[in-house]
């Protein structure tokens, strides 16, 4: 991908092994949690599939951190959180 902007590109893969391209946003920590908020680059901008993705930082057993879906609370609580930053940054 190009970084020309300096702008962060990760390829993510689920259990089944679809592969995904995430462009990164911006990361936010809640409660001792970092969750990650990226835009999907493989996806047309006028679909309904398209939007904000957001992920939280896990350790796995092995100690290694995962990138996760986090619940529906967790999620709606770090969106709100990624919106005041982003209306908060544009005043």
Same mark, same amino acid.
């Given at each position: 991908? @190009? %970084?020309?902007f300096g702008?962060d590109? $990760?390829? =993510?893969s689920?259990?089944d092994?679809?592969?995904?391209e995430l462009?990164?946003?911006?990361?936010?920590?809640?409660d001792?949690?970092f969750?990650?908020a990226f835009l999907?680059?493989d996806? @047309? %901008?006028?679909?309904?599939?398209?939007g $904000?993705? =957001?992920?939280?930082?896990e350790?796995?057993?092995?100690?290694?951190?995962y990138l996760?879906?986090?619940?529906?609370?967790?999620?709606e609580?770090?969106?709100d959180q990624?919106m005041?930053?982003?209306?908060?940054?544009?005043?």
């Open positions: 991908m @190009d %970084e020309e702008k590109f $990760i390829s =993510i689920d259990e092994g679809n592969s995904y462009e990164h946003l911006d990361t936010i920590e809640l001792g949690v969750y990650m999907p680059t996806v @047309d %901008e006028n679909s309904e599939d398209y $904000i993705v =957001i992920l939280k930082s350790k796995g057993e092995d100690g290694d951190d996760v879906v986090p619940d529906d609370d967790e999620a609580r770090a969106y990624f005041r930053e982003l209306f908060t940054d544009e005043e």
